[in-house]
C-alpha cells in the first residue's frame, strides 16, 4: 500500500498477513534528489518479492521507473 503527501517523497506500509493488518509506520520510497516520484505503485510478484512502478519528475525531465525487492520492501534495487 502507499501514499503520497504531495511533495517530493512517497510513502508505503507493509503487509505480512495478505493485507488483514498493515505496519504501523509509514516507510520511505527512496528517492533521487531534485525528482519527485508520482503514481507510486507497489504490487507482490512472489513470496517475498514486490515490483515498484513510478513516475519521477523534475520540471519537464522525467520517465516512468521501476524497482525491485527481494525482501518484502525494506530494500529496493536501483531505478530502471
Known amino acids: 500500500s502507499f501514499y503520497s503527501n504531495g511533495a517530493s517523497k512517497s510513502y508505503y506500509k ?3 498477513d495478505n493485507g488483514v493488518t498493515w505496519s504501523l509506520n ?3 520510497f ?3 534528489v531534485p525528482y519527485k516520484t508520482k503514481e507510486l ?3 507482490s ?3 517475498n518479492s514486490l515490483l515498484a512502478v513510478y ?3 523534475a520540471d519537464e525531465l522525467g520517465g516512468i521507473y521501476s ?3 527481494s525482501d518484502y520492501g525494506l530494500n529496493w534495487s536501483d531505478p530502471v
Open 45 to 47: 510478484t512472489g513470496l
Open 30 to 32: 527512496p528517492t533521487s
Open 55 to 57: 513516475e519521477q519528475s
Open 67 to 69: 524497482r525491485i525487492s
Open 14 to 16: 507493509l503487509s505480512f
Open 26 to 28: 509509514p516507510l520511505d
Open 41 to 43: 505503485t507497489i504490487i
